[in-house]
């Protein structure tokens, strides 16, 4: 059965090994608190089936078309070519593989899915970026700390497939508070990412972190292309937070712009009303 990696392009990728035709590293995700991590970890050869799935990151992104796992003369990956390739027990790499499916981690590969989301790097190269800034490393460094994310700008919108509930109706209320501040540039590529990425229970917590950015902003003209900036929020549920840019008096404004948004948005809703 052929395997690929779920979402390789939103995980495993970022803007430098998007320009690189072979990569001799691969940058992982380094949460332990997640589902699939405890699930998989949770078992008594847990340690061993860990090392194999990054044994197999590793091998995935020195495929073809990297995160699905395919042989140079095209075959697919098996059990067997994926324990002889990493020097793993066949039977570790079987059990792991039949684990990490479970875990939803890999996926079979067939024609069915296979136009469900965008696997090969040399495609998602080309999918137009108008306006873009030049791309810097440190997005995630900007998440944590919360400095402002003036340029850290993904190459692509790679776009999430799998959710838990129901995408969100609310893209035009978003979008009202994002133009606001950046423009109107990539209207297209929101609106095609925004369902993707933001699920109904996700929706205030996704104008909480929209609003806390715009209004960190100095410069309204540099920061996140709206498609990224959901993409890259979309990770981490939408929790990051800004600090409020100070007004020149050197002060915070006494209402933000997150504050007024939320007021307005919860009002409305409350009152059984569109959101803006």
């Known amino acids: 059965m052929p395997y690929r990696i779920r979402?390789?392009?939103?995980?495993?990728?970022?803007?430098?090994?998007?320009?690189?035709?072979?990569m001799d590293w691969v940058p992982m995700p380094n949460r332990m608190d997640g589902t699939g991590y405890l699930t998989l970890v949770n078992h008594r050869h847990g340690a061993s089936h860990f090392g194999a799935w990054v044994a197999i990151v590793e091998i995935a992104s020195r495929c073809s078309v990297r995160g699905t796992l395919t042989l140079s003369n095209g075959a697919f990956h098996t059990p067997s070519t994926l324990a002889r390739v990493s020097r793993m027990s066949v039977e570790v790499m079987s059990t792991a593989l039949r684990r990490l499916v479970e875990v939803g981690w890999i996926e079979e590969y067939n024609?069915?899915?296979?136009?469900?989301?965008?696997?090969?790097?040399?495609?998602?190269?080309?999918i137009p970026q108008d306006g873009a800034e030049i791309p810097q490393d440190g997005a995630s460094r900007a998440r944590a700390n919360g400095t402002e994310g003036n340029g850290r700008e993904r190459n692509t919108p790679v776009l999430p497939a799998f959710r838990t509930d129901e995408p969100s109706p609310a893209f035009d209320a978003w979008?009202?508070?994002?133009?606001?501040?950046?423009?109107?540039?990539?209207?297209?590529?929101?609106?095609?990412?925004?369902?993707r990425s933001v699920t109904t229970s996700m929706e205030t917590d996704c104008m909480h972190c929209t609003a806390s950015y715009l209004q960190s902003l100095s410069d309204p003209n540099r920061g996140f292309n709206p498609e990224n900036f959901l993409i890259d929020q979309a990770r981490?549920?939408?929790?990051?937070?800004w600090p409020a840019r100070a007004s020149p008096n050197g002060t915070a404004r006494k209402q933000s712009l997150s504050e007024r948004t939320m007021a307005l948005w919860e009002k409305r809703l409350a009152e059984g009303k569109s959101p803006l």
């Open 175 to 195: 979008w009202a508070l994002w133009s606001s501040v950046r423009g109107t540039n990539h209207r297209a590529n929101a609106e095609q990412v925004f369902p």
């Open 7 to 22: 979402d390789w392009n939103l995980h495993f990728e970022n803007n430098r090994t998007r320009e690189l035709k072979r």
């Open 111 to 126: 024609e069915s899915n296979a136009g469900t989301r965008i696997d090969s790097v040399e495609v998602i190269k080309k």
């Open 236 to 241: 981490d549920k939408f929790t990051a937070r």
